[in-house]
């Protein structure tokens, strides 16, 4: 009965936060015990039966535990975050009830009614867009078109392919194999549907961001590994694997070429992150099981690294009254632990060396080259605009000018920033400390580390 604990324990959270929405930090820290203790509880049931109700099996494996885990992590870190910097308590109030559908999407090993619950999730967390911001119409109408269009997406996926138990390699037709993929390509918000994300990096609060960015394609992509047998099946899906590597090319290019233009951290940021979720994706196109467990490993990354920046970005827009060049002048004396932690994140997005994100790209690119090595040089080429791009921003945060006014970072948050990025360059310099990495893979691909 405890896996059903996962579900309810937020879902009774909700009123309570809602009922002291009108203190300053209750309602955060409320939240925060709530999904850690979400997360404990999921990580408990991994190697637990699974609970029969109705004759439907609930229960986790290693991969679903540890997204939501993940997933709760980095939603308790952001919402740490709104302890030093408010925001309307009803964010934390949905975001635990989107968390509770999501985690009872991917708990439920029916892959047809864990996609109904799973589409209740995706559409309680979208209404966080129109909720904290407004004037934020179209962006929650696009949005909502994009939930809307994951249903039929999620039913034919489904039907077809079955559930996990009862999916094997090459039974599934190229209807489910399309669905799944497009399903994929909608909620992550790859190329070309990235546009419906992008609003939300440049005037999104941090558990806005973390939630739809970051939360929801764990989910999704845990429930599409439930649905596959991933990772202990790598199988060849043909049609399937050349969409993910085609959306991850795109995305890559996109990424690449959009960034170079933008003078806002917050826009640089969410095309390096569609870029380097681009690099995940031509993972998970590539045939192989290492290509399959670097892939995973990598959207762990990235949304690690997504959480630090959007933290960051809500201090820099509240403190110092903005994200462009402008604002950013002279930000690391008003700001230092929010502007080297976000200067780690932003280095592991890019996938320079010594941090996280390195190595797993490294892995998938070298993989690329084997079978494409005129595509391997594209995607490296393109991977360097994000990187000028925040090269350009963080000049400006590190600039010697001093900064006119007297509102510092809180502490709270810049500690926050700055813990997640040196993890990712801890687990950059160190792969073993890094919690989820399986052993066998890591010595096999990257000498042990």
Same mark, same amino acid.
């Given at each position: 009965?405890?896996?059903?604990?996962?579900?309810?324990?937020?879902?009774?959270?909700?009123?309570?936060?809602?009922?002291?929405?009108?203190?300053?930090?209750?309602?955060?820290?409320?939240?925060?015990?709530?999904?850690?203790?979400?997360?404990?509880?999921?990580?408990?049931?991994?190697?637990?039966?699974? %609970?029969?109700?109705?004759?439907?099996?609930?229960?986790?494996?290693?991969?679903?535990?540890?997204?939501?885990?993940?997933?709760?992590?980095?939603?308790?870190?952001?919402?740490?975050?709104?302890?030093?910097?408010?925001?309307?308590?009803?964010?934390?109030?949905?975001?635990?009830?989107?968390?509770?559908? %999501?985690?009872?999407?991917?708990?439920?090993?029916?892959?047809?009614?864990?996609?109904?619950?799973?589409?209740?999730?995706?559409?309680?967390?979208?209404?966080?867009?129109?909720?904290?911001?407004?004037?934020?119409?179209?962006?929650?109408?696009?949005?909502?078109?994009?939930?809307?269009?994951?249903?039929?997406?999620?039913?034919?996926?489904?039907?077809?392919?079955?559930?996990?138990?009862?999916?094997?390699?090459?039974?599934?037709?190229?209807?489910?194999?399309?669905?799944?993929?497009?399903?994929?390509?909608?909620?992550?918000?790859?190329?070309?549907?990235?546009?419906?994300?992008?609003?939300?990096?440049?005037?999104?609060?941090?558990?806005?961001?973390?939630?739809?960015?970051?939360?929801?394609?764990?989910?999704?992509?845990?429930?599409?590994?439930?649905?596959?047998?991933?990772?202990?099946?790598?199988?060849?899906?043909?049609?399937?694997?050349?969409?993910?590597?085609?959306?991850?090319?795109?995305?890559?290019?996109?990424?690449?070429?959009?960034?170079?233009?933008?003078?806002?951290?917050?826009?640089?940021?969410?095309?390096?992150?569609?870029?380097?979720?681009?690099?995940?994706?031509?993972?998970?196109?590539?045939?192989?099981?290492?290509?399959?467990?670097?892939?995973?490993?990598?959207?762990?990354?990235?949304?690690?690294?997504?959480?630090?920046?959007?933290?960051?970005?809500?201090?820099?827009?509240?403190?110092?009254?903005?994200?462009?060049?402008?604002?950013?002048?002279?930000?690391?004396?008003?700001?230092?632990?929010?502007?080297?932690?976000?200067?780690?994140?932003?280095?592991?997005?890019?996938?320079?060396?010594?941090?996280?994100?390195?190595?797993?790209?490294?892995?998938?690119?070298?993989?690329?080259?084997?079978?494409?090595?005129?595509?391997?040089?594209?995607?490296?080429?393109?991977?360097?605009?994000? %990187?000028?791009?925040?090269?350009?921003?963080?000049?400006?945060?590190?600039?010697?000018?001093?900064?006119?006014?007297?509102?510092?970072?809180?502490?709270?948050?810049?500690?926050?920033?700055?813990?997640?990025?040196?993890?990712?360059?801890?687990?950059?310099?160190?792969?073993?400390?890094?919690?989820?990495?399986?052993?066998?893979?890591?010595?096999?691909?990257?000498?042990?580390?």
């Amino acid at each position: 009965m405890i896996v059903l604990g996962v579900v309810f324990l937020p879902l009774l959270m909700v009123p309570v936060v809602l009922l002291l929405r009108r203190d300053h930090w209750a309602p955060a820290v409320a939240t925060v015990v709530a999904l850690v203790a979400t997360g404990a509880l999921a990580v408990s049931q991994v190697n637990v039966p699974p %609970l029969v109700v109705l004759g439907r099996a609930i229960g986790f494996t290693p991969l679903t535990a540890g997204a939501v885990a993940l997933g709760c992590a980095l939603l308790a870190a952001t919402a740490l975050h709104t302890v030093a910097m408010p925001i309307d308590n009803s964010v934390h109030a949905l975001s635990l009830a989107a968390m509770a559908a %999501l985690a009872g999407g991917v708990a439920i090993r029916n892959a047809t009614i864990g996609g109904l619950v799973l589409e209740i999730g995706i559409f309680l967390a979208i209404l966080l867009i129109p909720l904290r911001h407004r004037d934020a119409t179209l962006d929650g109408s696009r949005a909502m078109v994009i939930a809307a269009l994951l249903l039929p997406l999620i039913l034919s996926a489904s039907i077809t392919l079955g559930s996990g138990g009862s999916f094997v390699a090459g039974e599934g037709t190229n209807t489910g194999l399309l669905a799944l993929a497009g399903l994929l390509l909608l909620a992550l918000g790859l190329v070309p549907f990235h546009v419906w994300l992008m609003g939300l990096f440049r005037r999104g609060p941090a558990p806005s961001v973390v939630m739809l960015t970051v939360v929801l394609g764990l989910m999704v992509l845990t429930y599409a590994a439930g649905v596959l047998q991933w990772p202990e099946q790598s199988p060849s899906l043909g049609v399937f694997s050349t969409v993910l590597l085609a959306a991850g090319l795109g995305s890559v290019l996109l990424g690449g070429m959009a960034a170079l233009g933008q003078r806002s951290l917050g826009r640089v940021i969410g095309y390096a992150a569609l870029a380097d979720l681009g690099v995940a994706f031509i993972g998970l196109g590539l045939e192989g099981a290492p290509n399959l467990v670097a892939a995973i490993i990598h959207v762990v990354y990235r949304g690690v690294a997504v959480t630090a920046a959007a933290i960051a970005l809500g201090v820099f827009r509240r403190r110092l009254g903005g994200d462009d060049d402008y604002h950013l002048r002279g930000a690391l004396r008003k700001a230092p632990l929010s502007v080297l932690g976000v200067t780690l994140a932003c280095l592991s997005l890019t996938g320079l060396p010594l941090t996280a994100g390195f190595g797993t790209r490294l892995l998938i690119l070298t993989s690329l080259a084997r079978q494409s090595a005129p595509l391997a040089v594209l995607a490296v080429a393109f991977s360097l605009g994000p %990187l000028w791009a925040l090269g350009r921003c963080l000049r400006a945060a590190f600039s010697p000018i001093l900064y006119v006014g007297d509102r510092r970072e809180p502490r709270l948050s810049g500690v926050l920033v700055l813990f997640l990025g040196a993890l990712l360059l801890v687990w950059g310099i160190v792969p073993r400390l890094v919690p989820f990495l399986p052993i066998s893979w890591l010595s096999g691909q990257m000498g042990g580390g």
